[in-house]
């Protein structure tokens, strides 16, 4: 296994970095390095670090085009001491924070996003709006109006189309077997306003040293993922950005209590 080509060392290279990162002993990897299984340290750590760039400048040219929606979630890591003395008695679970960016598909475009300003006209927080100028909040059976569900000649909405092509093609593939002669006569179900199947690369940020646990954490966690992805405050540039990124919105996705926690954080 062992090759003096540089182009040639893929498999030792794919393997040092495993070795990074479950924390292989120094001395571990320098051995099989010799052996020729891997790349040395030094070799990884040029392998880590260029890595890192890339994605750096990946997730910033990403968040320049306003059109990335951001996620990201608590993690635990355990950073056990190797020598245990009286001294290191604290504790070495570390609450931190991992964040994903992915770009927005199915054709959005900037000025799908250019709402900010009509979402604050009508938002409750803003103290310069009266509530009479407040539309109410909808619910779930606003939802049942977005689309329209028109009858056709026999009487039978898109709801009860599919329930219908649903209870035939139970009945073909688990009922008895007389029903199995129909499985050619039995269509695809009826499409509406089909979603296009789409690949969408997601970016990994750096993770960060930030608990979101708390309002505070949630806040810290969102500006530094903005950070990462070269957005800011416009008013800390000199002079300001060509595009004013406080006219649009920017999506963000987390857990069951990261909406609560930003919305006290707005309140």
Not at 82 to 93: F, I, Q
Not at 230 to 246: G, H, K, Q, T
Request: aromatic share 6%; net charge negative; with cysteine.
């Amino acid at each position: 296994m062992q090759t003096a080509n540089q182009k040639s060392n893929t498999f030792q290279s794919i393997f040092g970095i495993f070795l990074q990162s479950v924390h292989a002993p120094q001395k571990v990897i320098e051995t099989l390095s010799r052996m020729g299984i891997c790349v040395s340290v030094d070799s990884i750590n040029t392998a880590v670090l260029s890595l890192s760039k890339e994605a750096h400048h990946g997730i910033s040219a990403l968040g320049q085009t306003l059109l990335a929606s951001y996620a990201y979630d608590n993690f635990d890591v355990d950073l056990k001491s190797t020598v245990h003395t009286v001294d290191k008695s604290e504790d070495t679970l570390k609450h931190l924070t991992a964040g994903l960016l992915f770009p927005l598909q199915h054709g959005i475009t900037l000025n799908d996003l250019r709402c900010s300003n009509a979402l604050w006209e009508t938002s409750p927080l803003n103290p310069q709006v009266e509530s009479v100028d407040i539309t109410s909040k909808k619910g779930w059976k606003d939802l049942l109006t977005l689309h329209p569900d028109p009858l056709n000649e026999a009487g039978l909405s898109m709801r009860d189309r599919f329930n219908a092509w649903k209870i035939l093609s139970d009945l073909i593939e688990f009922g008895p077997t007389y029903f199995r002669q129909f499985k050619d006569r039995l269509r695809h179900p009826e499409s509406v306003e089909i979603i296009p199947s789409t690949k969408t690369p997601i970016l990994a940020s750096r993770a960060m040293d930030i608990s979101n646990s708390t309002v505070s954490g949630n806040i810290n966690s969102v500006l530094e993922l903005l950070k990462q992805g070269n957005i800011e405050d416009p008013a800390e540039y000199n002079p300001p950005p060509a595009l004013d990124v406080s006219e649009y919105v920017t999506l963000f996705h987390g857990n069951l209590g990261t909406g609560e926690r930003l919305q006290a954080a707005l309140q």
